[in-house]
């Protein structure tokens, strides 16, 4: 099993910054994949930035340039440094993380952080 708990969300003025933080425990070892996503009400929920055990990255349009997901594997936290923000950046992020076990995938989500942009 795996638990993730975000943390760092907030209210701030279009232009300013964030940094997201997802803390990994449990069999942290068994994890290839971590990403964010985000949801606004009523819509499903979309990927924002993942990082996999190679440390590749990949972004959503809307925020390359202005994103940056990176992982601290000591510390079993995975980070989204958000700049430049914008009001249409306002919403629920979560924390996602993709396990292999030897029994197969299974996917895990945290409980969500409010990001909240004001213009």
């Known amino acids: 099993q795996v638990q993730l708990v975000e943390s760092g969300g907030g209210l701030v003025q279009a232009g300013g910054s964030l940094r997201l933080s997802c803390v990994a425990s449990?069999?942290?070892?068994?994890?290839?994949?971590i990403a964010w996503y985000r949801q606004d009400p009523g819509k499903q929920r979309d990927v924002v930035a993942q990082i996999d055990s190679d440390g590749i990255t990949s972004y959503a349009d809307s925020v390359k340039g202005r994103f940056t997901i990176s992982r601290d594997n000591a510390k079993s936290t995975v980070y989204l440094q958000m700049n430049n923000l914008k009001a249409e950046d306002t919403s629920v992020y979560y924390c996602?993380?993709?396990?292999?076990?030897?029994?197969?995938?299974?996917?895990?989500w945290g409980q969500g952080t409010q990001v909240t942009v004001s213009s």
């Open positions: 449990g069999s942290t070892f068994s994890i290839n994949t």
């Open positions: 996602y993380a993709r396990a292999r076990f030897s029994w197969g995938n299974r996917a895990y």
